[in-house]
């Protein structure tokens, strides 16, 4: 299967040449396919801030390459460039505060930094660092793939109505995506009849991505409001879920798009599976529930507006763009390391223990 999803992987959003980070511009699409060219460790912030590149892998891996162009221009400037590279660090971590991804990335950069930061040359060892992070989740995202058709082949009959939410495929991730991934896999097998799709409010990264992503790719694809979730569960024979994640604590709590949760309340309530596809750095064994997850809020305009345009009365708002699932709503989290069924703290544990399987 590893040949045919490495056939079908077409978008790429992140292409990182001549020392510079070429960004997809993600708030154009689907009607423009203009690039971003960073070629600072600030702008790569403001891109991840902006929303020029989103999901969780993506600003992961965004973030290690930021910090490739913070650490060229710090060293070329002498001095105590490690000491000036602390505020690159802080102004990257400061991007978003949901996806664990971009901690991890920066806390591998670091690790690589501390090994070569009396090298005459440390440089090529940050830039490689960085490319082995885009790398490594172009890979997890093929075995996620595998392990999530697998899971769906076992559990019920074919072909199979699917229901998503946000935008988890290539736009999201360094390689062929991570929910959505699964579902591009499952339908190169033969195992899917319709993808139904969130739109996803307030940002409409289901309308805007999910549905751009799966009409290229030729997959039937049906977009919803989100509020009609319920009754295309109940209506529409959906049988499983399947859903990205931005943070996932220690005890199996799935932090994603704002919506999962209550999908998730929906599904147990209708019988339909609920599969979380994210790769072991999105899982934070730091945090121990999901309560300790910091949720994004973002600018009230996104509510307020549509288009530019504005459409909501005067009034106070409240848009937290994430929320919290709890682990005893989730059938199955699929990560490169394994599959964790019925997840709990200590089959989290066990699974962070494990080796890659690729
Ligand atoms: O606000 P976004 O667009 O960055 O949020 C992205 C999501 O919530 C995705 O569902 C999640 O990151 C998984 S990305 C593979």
Same mark, same amino acid.
């Given at each position: 299967?590893?040949?045919?999803? $490495?056939?079908?992987?077409?978008?790429?959003a992140?292409? +990182?040449?001549?020392n510079?980070?070429?960004?997809?511009?993600?708030r154009?699409?689907?009607?423009?396919?203009?690039?971003?060219a960073? &070629?600072? %460790?600030?702008?790569?912030?403001?891109?991840i801030?902006?929303?020029?590149v989103?999901?969780a @892998?993506?600003?992961?891996?965004?973030a290690?390459y930021?910090?490739?162009?913070?650490?060229?221009?710090?060293?070329?400037?002498g001095?105590? +460039?490690l /000491?000036?590279?602390?505020?690159?660090?802080?102004?990257l971590?400061?991007?978003?505060?949901? =996806?664990g991804n971009l901690?991890? %990335?920066?806390?591998?950069?670091?690790?690589?930094?501390?090994?070569?930061k009396d090298?005459?040359? @440390?440089?090529?060892?940050l830039?490689?660092? *960085?490319?082995?992070?885009h790398?490594?989740?172009?890979?997890?995202?093929?075995?996620?793939?595998?392990?999530?058709v697998?899971?769906?082949?076992?559990?019920?009959?074919?072909?199979?109505?699917?229901?998503? #939410?946000?935008?988890?495929?290539a736009?999201?991730?360094?390689?062929? =995506?991570? *929910? $959505?991934?699964?579902?591009?896999?499952a339908?190169?097998e033969?195992?899917?009849?319709?993808v139904h799709? &969130?739109?996803?409010?307030?940002?409409?990264?289901?309308?805007?991505?999910?549905?751009w992503?799966?009409?290229? &790719?030729g997959?039937?694809? !049906?977009?919803? /409001? &989100? %509020?009609?979730?319920?009754?295309?569960?109940?209506?529409?024979?959906? !049988? +499983?879920?399947?859903v990205?994640?931005?943070?996932? %604590?220690?005890? =199996?709590?799935?932090?994603?798009k704002?919506?999962?949760?209550?999908l998730?309340?929906?599904?147990? #309530?209708? =019988?339909?599976?609920?599969?979380v596809?994210?790769?072991?750095?999105?899982?934070?064994?730091n945090?121990?529930?999901?309560?300790?997850? @910091?949720i994004?809020?973002?600018?009230a /305009?996104?509510?307020?507006?549509?288009?530019?345009?504005?459409?909501?009365?005067?009034v106070?708002?409240?848009?937290?763009?994430?929320?919290?699932?709890? /682990?005893?709503?989730?059938?199955?989290?699929? !990560?490169?390391?394994?599959?964790?069924?019925?997840?709990d703290?200590?089959?989290?544990a066990?699974?962070?223990?494990?080796?890659?399987?690729?």
């Amino acid at each position: 299967m590893r040949d045919r999803l $490495l056939a079908a992987e077409k978008v790429k959003a992140i292409d +990182w040449r001549d020392n510079t980070l070429y960004l997809l511009d993600q708030r154009n699409l689907p009607f423009e396919e203009t690039w971003v060219a960073c &070629d600072s %460790a600030a702008r790569v912030a403001e891109a991840i801030r902006s929303m020029v590149v989103r999901g969780a @892998p993506a600003i992961g891996i965004s973030a290690a390459y930021g910090l490739v162009l913070a650490a060229r221009a710090r060293f070329a400037a002498g001095g105590d +460039w490690l /000491a000036a590279l602390e505020a690159d660090f802080a102004l990257l971590a400061e991007s978003r505060p949901t =996806g664990g991804n971009l901690f991890w %990335a920066l806390n591998r950069m670091r690790e690589r930094l501390d090994r070569v930061k009396d090298l005459a040359e @440390p440089l090529a060892a940050l830039e490689a660092e *960085a490319m082995s992070i885009h790398e490594s989740d172009r890979e997890a995202n093929l075995t996620m793939a595998q392990l999530g058709v697998d899971l769906i082949r076992r559990h019920q009959g074919n072909p199979q109505a699917l229901l998503t #939410h946000c935008n988890t495929g290539a736009l999201a991730t360094g390689g062929f =995506g991570t *929910a $959505l991934g699964v579902i591009r896999a499952a339908w190169l097998e033969g195992m899917v009849e319709r993808v139904h799709v &969130d739109e996803t409010r307030p940002w409409l990264q289901g309308s805007r991505l999910t549905a751009w992503e799966l009409a290229s &790719d030729g997959i039937p694809v !049906t977009l919803n /409001a &989100d %509020a009609a979730a319920a009754h295309i569960m109940k209506t529409k024979g959906v !049988t +499983w879920v399947v859903v990205g994640a931005d943070r996932i %604590a220690a005890n =199996g709590d799935v932090a994603n798009k704002i919506g999962t949760y209550q999908l998730a309340v929906n599904a147990m #309530h209708h =019988g339909v599976r609920f599969m979380v596809v994210a790769s072991s750095s999105t899982i934070d064994m730091n945090l121990a529930s999901g309560d300790d997850i @910091p949720i994004e809020e973002r600018d009230a /305009a996104e509510l307020l507006e549509l288009a530019g345009k504005r459409v909501g009365a005067d009034v106070e708002v409240f848009n937290p763009v994430f929320d919290v699932t709890p /682990a005893d709503l989730i059938d199955a989290i699929v !990560t490169e390391k394994g599959v964790v069924e019925r997840p709990d703290a200590a089959k989290m544990a066990q699974l962070m223990c494990r080796k890659r399987l690729h």
